[in-house]
């Protein structure tokens, strides 16, 4: 991959490695943004699960024997594996209903080098056994899941935190220890512009139509279209958090950010509206503000906030500084994203179906980077059928990345002339 931020995430599949993972060559991607299968990373082929409200077994078919690691996490009751990359080809919808102490679970690649499936419980329950049996009698490899009903405080004692890699890559580190050295040149002064595809891995996002209109599929083909939108004038550096179907939580994309001295973020989203409340469609634009704008506004960010839960990543906050020079940067910084974000709207609104709303806020965890103006688009609602016509659509796509494009050469033009004014 081109884009130097696949590198961040490089130590992180270090540790994988140091517990005898195998690691493999990123996946190439498919139309989608689906990985297509390459043939040096072992093939899961189906998934099921049997048993009842007391012990429930999962059961993964492998082409080829992997190692894994299984632990629990709490609040929401959780089951993680983490092994080896795996190109997974299951069937379609698989994973949505549960069974037993399973109510669902979720997969993808969470590293370069590292997959993970996650396991929601209907309640607490400990890991019996994890194992895994050779191929015999005709059956494949065999990747086997036993779960017991416990009590909480049962539950609680089975947690081994230490014991579990964590998705938290020392940025400098990980540069250092991957990077190639380079012949000295000048330095790309160009103002950078971060792209930020929601979700990935085991982290979906919003779907409809079973796994046919997936959240981090459609946000990824976007962001990749609307890098390439951005990079044909030659006037900006992009950096993508992700430029495949890999997981990053929600910090290490606000790291990226503040790490490249980012001009500009852009969160790229797709929202939903949960059963039975309603219709809603069209484009919005949130920037941050510790009040949200409306219930809905809040609703969402609770909703993408839990991002790193949903994959299987425990939250920690966040050291908070109190320094007054912070804080007079994050009022300026608020004071830029707002103003993109009209930008945004006016571009936006003369090609795009905006939302009646199309201006709202809250505190969304992925802009609050202090220094970086950042605003995250939701493209639209994978909820609604005119809304998920236009996701899938090459040619509403480059249009809409077209006026996103515009506004953000429009807002930064004036900011790059004000500052060299010296106002």
């Known amino acids: 991959m081109a884009s130097r931020t696949n590198h961040l995430v490089l130590l992180g599949s270090a540790l994988l490695c140091a517990a005898a993972f195998t690691c493999g060559q ?3 991607l498919a139309a989608e943004g689906q ?27 492998l082409d080829k024997p992997i190692q894994h690691r299984a632990f629990t996490l709490a609040d929401p009751y ?34 370069p080098g590292g997959s993970r499936i996650v396991f929601d419980l209907t309640g607490p329950a400990k890991i019996a056994n994890s194992y895994l049996l050779e191929a015999a009698n005709g059956q494949p490899p065999r990747l086997v899941l036993e779960l017991a009903e416990v009590d909480r405080t049962a539950f609680l004692q ?10 938290r890559p020392a940025m400098a580190d990980a540069n250092a220890a991957v990077a190639p050295a380079k012949p000295a040149g000048p330095p790309d002064t160009r103002p950078v512009i971060v792209i930020d595809p929601g979700h990935g891995g085991p982290d979906n996002g919003t779907q409809a139509g079973g796994s046919e209109f997936m959240e981090k599929n459609l946000v990824l083909t976007f962001g990749l279209a609307l890098r390439d939108r951005i990079q044909k004038s030659g006037k900006y550096r992009v950096v993508m958090t992700r430029d495949d179907d890999t997981f990053v939580p929600l910090d290490e994309r606000v790291r990226v950010a503040r790490s490249q001295s980012a001009a ?18 069209g484009a919005t634009i949130y920037t941050l503000s510790e009040k949200a704008s409306d219930s809905e506004a809040e609703r969402l960010a609770e909703a993408e906030n839990r991002s790193d839960a949903i994959a299987g990543v425990s939250i920690s906050a966040e050291p908070v500084v109190a320094d007054i020079l912070i804080d007079l940067a994050q009022r300026e910084t608020r004071t830029f994203s707002n103003r993109f974000a009209r930008i945004l709207m006016g571009e936006m609104k003369t090609t ?10 809250a505190g969304f965890r992925v802009l609050k980077a202090p220094d ?16 998920r016509e ?18 953000i050469d429009a807002f930064l033009a004036k900011r790059l002339a004000t500052a060299g004014s010296g106002d």
């Open 390 to 407: 236009h996701l899938v659509s090459e040619s509403w796509r480059n249009r809409t990345a077209g006026a996103m494009a515009q506004a």
């Open 78 to 111: 959780r089951v993680v594996i983490d092994i080896p990359q795996v190109s997974f080809q299951l069937p379609a919808g698989v994973g949505i209903a549960g069974r037993g102490l399973i109510r669902a679970f979720r997969y993808g690649l969470v590293m």
């Open 26 to 28: 990123l996946p190439a």
């Open 35 to 61: 990985p297509v299968a390459v043939s040096n990373f072992p093939i899961a082929s189906d998934a099921r699960l049997a048993g009842d409200a007391r012990q429930t077994r999962f059961v993964l078919d």
């Open 372 to 387: 970086v103006p950042s605003v995250l688009v939701e493209l639209g609602y994978v909820s609604n059928k005119g809304d």
């Open 264 to 281: 500009l973020m852009v969160s790229i989203h797709a929202d939903a509206l949960p059963r039975g409340e309603g219709d809603a469609r």
């Open 158 to 167: 089975s947690l081994t935190p230490d014991a579990r890699p964590e998705l």
């Open 352 to 361: 795009v179906r905006m939302h009646k709303h199309p201006l709202k806020s």
